[in-house]
T-cell receptor, first 114, second 107 residues
Framework: GAVVSQHPSRVICKSGTSVKIECRSL??????MFWYRQFPKQSLMLMATSNEGSKATYEQGVEKDKFLINHASLTLSTLTVTSAHPEDSSFYIC??????????FGNGTRLTVT | TQLLEQSPQFLSIQEGENLTVYCNSS?????LQWYRQEPGEGPVLLVT?????EVKKLKRLTFQFGDARKDSSLHITAAQPGDTGLYLCADGQNFVFGPGTRLSVLP
């Protein structure tokens, strides 16, 4: 089946630093990638949708200057949390889709900002 | 804006029992997907339903899509501890997720 790799799985950083999370589709070309945020015991909240070669579309309330998304190729999208603060600590999950196919999810990145 | 609701929010049952969880939308689904998520991992797709009235079976799991394509149910027969997890429904077009049902199956 389709595989999406997300890296790193865990990261701890100091407040004020930036963190980059990578999402790769390993065996298919992902025309669209999605970034979600999930708080403990809650559902996934869609942050943004990115299409290869174009700017990401952010959901209402998500700061595009704080959560930078780059979808440079059909197999790689990155999310950079800039100037991270403790309230940015969360579980970030990416998913990838090839057109109208089902979503394939990465295993998530647990970010802890100290 | 489409709103998805899921019920119950939490469910704790004994091994061997049957259960049904529900997903409802404020608008018509183009297609609906059910996922299961275990702690610390990404969601895993269980099924996609497209046609109103459709029923799909996956071993002990039975998925129904409402005739009007605004609701769906997931029925688990003879639940096992391995079924424990967060069950999420999602719109297959805009990939918005419901709040989920957290299922715990006790041995």
């Amino acid at each position: 089946g389709a595989v999406v790799s997300q890296h790193p799985s865990r990261v701890i950083c100091k407040s004020g630093t930036s963190v980059k999370i990578e999402c790769r589709s390993l065996d298919f070309q992902a025309t669209t990638m999605f970034w979600y945020r999930q708080f403990p015991k809650q559902s996934l909240m869609l942050m943004a949708t990115s299409n290869e070669g174009s700017k990401a579309t952010y959901e209402q309330g998500v700061e595009k200057d704080k959560f930078l998304i780059n979808h440079a190729s059909l197999t790689l999208s990155t999310l950079t949390v800039t100037s991270a603060h403790p309230e940015d600590s969360s579980f970030y999950i990416c998913s990838a889709s090839a057109g109208f196919s089902p979503l394939h999810f990465g295993n998530g990145t647990r970010l802890t900002v100290t | 804006t489409q709103l998805l609701e899921q019920s119950p929010q939490f469910l704790s049952i004994q091994e061997g029992e049957n259960l049904t969880v529900y997903c409802n939308s404020s608008s018509v689904f183009s297609s609906l997907q059910w996922y299961r998520q275990e702690p610390g991992e990404g969601p895993v797709l269980l099924v996609t339903v497209v046609t109103g009235g459709e029923v799909k079976k996956l071993k002990r799991l039975t998925f129904q899509f409402g005739d009007a394509r605004k609701d769906s149910s997931l029925h688990i027969t003879a639940a096992q501890p391995g079924d424990t997890g967060l069950y999420l429904c999602a719109d297959g077009q805009n990939f918005v997720f419901g709040p989920g049902t957290r299922l715990s199956v006790l041995p």
